[in-house]
Nanobody, 115 residues
Framework: QVQLVESGGGLVQPGGSLRLFCAGSGRSFGFNVMAWYRQAPGKQRELVATSTTGSTTKYADSVKDRFTISRDNANNIVYPQMNNLKPGDTAVYYC?????????WGQGTQVTVSS
């Protein structure tokens, strides 16, 4: 059974940093793409950042130069480093992965940026 388990969310002040973690399991041949989405209250889920096994990364314009996504392919872990967080970054963050054309979601972790 495939699982994506997230951790690292929490409450942080504006300008602060957080690192999220997502560990994927259950696919012996790994995940082609691992990514993070987020959904704020009353808004649609949006892509934050993606990472492929070839180390190609892509970011939403709203997080460029603040977020950096890294990946441990051997252990199927993807972890975005989020710096200079803003109240607008408050959302539930979801891990997402693709393995051989099948897609998977994590359960989500709350990130709240507030003073």
């Amino acid at each position: 059974q495939v699982q994506l388990v997230e951790s690292g969310g929490g409450l942080v002040q504006p300008g602060g940093s957080l690192r999220l973690f997502c560990a994927g399991s259950g696919r012996s041949f790994g995940f082609n793409v691992m990514a993070w989405y987020r959904q704020a209250p009353g808004k649609q889920r949006e892509l934050v950042a993606t990472s492929t096994t070839g180390s190609t990364t892509k970011y939403a314009d709203s997080v460029k130069d603040r977020f950096t996504i890294s990946r441990d392919n051997a252990n199927n872990i993807v972890y975005p480093q989020m710096n200079n967080l803003k109240p607008g970054d408050t959302a539930v963050y979801y891990c997402y992965a693709i393995s051989r054309l099948q897609t998977y979601w994590g359960q989500g972790t709350q990130v709240t940026v507030s003073s």
